[in-house]
């Protein structure tokens, strides 16, 4: 009976040990099962928030890139006016818009060395005679003289003209004042008159264009019989181009003409109120020496 007890015994045991590691083996999957879940959720994660930093990435490259890329088409949309200065010369003929060129380029170099001339021509004329009637005050004519040599300018040589007869009375004085006088205004004037033929040929020169696009245009219609728009206006621009560059180089030119005008007008002015006073210095002078 004890072995019948004792085996029954073992065989429980072995029974309940067999339970135990059968029940066991399920949680410990569980666990198992859920650490690895918990690992998928935390990579799905990690590559969710690198999806989204790399979109905003490229989000923010593809606005860098484009932010970069605006001047350059604004630059392509709005030339420079070099460029189209260019393109309006070849397109209103290079043959006739050379010829207006011509002329603005010569006339605009005339007018620069005008106006150059002008201003070194221009003299302190109130500080020339206060040093002049000094100068005959203290060492005579030939101080004055040498005076007039050291200052540049018309109103000097004027005055060094009238110094050089002032021994042969005041009537020889005004005479030489004003003969030199006419003198040095013909050297001021010196180029006008191609400044005006300039002014008036670039208008003259574009008005020519106009008329040859004109004809031009009018024999596209006559051999054709019937043009297409597009056909017709390549003469009209060009005549119409030709026209406009040479009206905007004769205003350029007429602008410039007229300071130099009214700049010469200013120095012939000082020249003869200069003399009169010049000869009033003399006058004096002559009176302090008898």
């Given at each position: 009976?004890?072995?019948?007890?004792?085996?029954?015994?073992?065989?429980?045991?072995?029974?309940?040990?067999?339970?135990?590691?059968?029940t066991?083996?399920?949680?410990?999957?569980?666990?198992?099962?859920?650490?690895?879940?918990?690992?998928?959720?935390l990579?799905?994660?990690?590559?969710?928030?690198?999806?989204?930093k790399?979109?905003?990435d490229?989000?923010?490259?593809?606005?860098?890139?484009?932010?970069?890329s605006?001047?350059?088409?604004?630059?392509?949309?709005?030339?420079?006016?070099?460029?189209?200065?260019?393109?309006?010369?070849?397109?209103?003929?290079?043959?006739?818009?050379?010829?207006?060129?011509?002329?603005l380029?010569?006339?605009?170099?005339?007018?620069i060395?005008?106006?150059?001339?002008?201003n070194?021509?221009?003299?302190?004329t109130?500080?020339?005679?206060?040093?002049?009637?000094?100068?005959?005050?203290?060492?005579?004519?030939?101080?004055?003289?040498?005076?007039c040599?050291?200052?540049?300018?018309?109103?000097a040589?004027?005055?060094?003209?009238?110094?050089?007869?002032s021994?042969?009375?005041?009537?020889?004085?005004?005479?030489?004042?004003i003969?030199?006088?006419?003198?040095?205004?013909?050297?001021?004037?010196?180029?006008?008159?191609?400044?005006?033929?300039f002014?008036?040929?670039?208008p003259?020169?574009?008005?020519?264009?106009?008329?040859?696009g004109?004809?031009?245009?009018f024999?596209?219609?006559?051999t054709?019989?019937?043009?297409?728009p597009?056909?017709?206006?390549?003469?009209?621009?060009?005549?119409?181009?030709?026209?406009?560059?040479?009206?905007?180089?004769?205003?350029?030119?007429?602008?410039?003409?007229n300071?130099?005008?009214s700049?010469?007008?200013?120095?012939?002015?000082?020249?003869?109120?200069?003399?009169?006073?010049?000869?009033?210095i003399?006058?004096k002078?002559?009176?302090?020496?008898?």
């Open positions: 009976m004890k072995k019948v007890f004792t085996l029954i015994a073992v065989t429980g045991l072995l029974s309940f040990g067999t339970v135990n590691i059968a066991a083996q399920p949680s410990d999957s569980v666990a198992v099962a859920a650490d690895s879940v918990a690992l998928d959720s990579a799905q994660v990690e590559a969710a928030e690198a999806a989204a790399a979109k905003a490229e989000e923010a490259a593809l606005a860098k890139a484009e932010a970069e605006k001047p350059v088409e604004l630059a392509q949309e709005d030339p420079d006016i070099s460029q189209t200065i260019k393109k309006y010369f070849i397109d209103g003929g290079p043959m006739f818009m050379s010829f207006v060129l011509i002329a380029i010569l006339g605009l170099a005339l007018c060395e005008r106006i150059i001339y002008l070194l021509a221009t003299t302190n109130k500080k020339l005679l206060e040093s002049i009637e000094a100068a005959l005050a203290s060492g005579g004519v030939e101080e004055a003289k040498e005076v040599r050291n200052t540049r300018g018309p109103v040589s004027i005055f060094y003209q009238g110094l050089e007869r021994n042969e009375g005041v009537e020889m004085v005004e005479k030489s004042i003969a030199y006088g006419g003198v040095q205004m013909g050297l001021l004037e010196k180029g006008l008159s191609w400044i005006g033929l002014i008036a040929l670039a003259m020169l574009g008005f020519m264009g106009t008329v040859i004109m004809i031009d245009t024999n596209v219609i006559e054709k019989g019937e043009a297409e597009a056909e017709l206006a390549g003469g009209i621009k060009v005549a119409l181009l030709t026209t406009v560059s040479g009206l905007i180089v004769a205003m350029i030119l007429q602008v410039f003409y300071y130099i005008v700049k010469i007008d200013g120095l012939v002015n000082q020249m003869e109120d200069a003399s009169i006073s010049m000869v009033d003399l006058l002078h002559e009176m302090t020496n008898k």
